[in-house]
Every structure is written in structure tokens, then in C-alpha cells.
């Protein structure tokens, strides 16, 4: 019994796992982030080009 605990406590590949998934989770939040921030920038940009486009139809 002893040997079993003294193996589960030397025993890293829990660990690493868990480090594994905290990296991916937070390499998907920056990314998330990031395709955020851009959607709202090119959405910026299509109203601007659209409401360019309607007044110089206009004139």
C-alpha cells in the first residue's frame, strides 16, 4: 500500500495534462479575443464603405 501511494504522489502525467489544457484554453481565449476585435473592425469598415457608397449615389 505504501508503494501505491509513494508511486501516485512521484507520478507527473496529471500534471502535465492539466498544463496542457490550461495552455490550449488559453491560446483559445486570444483567440477568441482577437477574431472579436477584428469582426467589430471590419464591420466598422463595411458601414463606412456603405454608407459612402449611398451618398455618392445620391450626388
Known sequence: MKNLVMRFVKDEEGATA???GLI???IAVGIIT???TLGDQLSATFD?????LASASVK
Open 48 to 52: 463606412y464603405i456603405s454608407s459612402e
Open 18 to 20: 492539466i498544463e496542457y
Open 34 to 36: 482577437a477574431a472579436t
Open 24 to 26: 490550449a484554453a488559453l
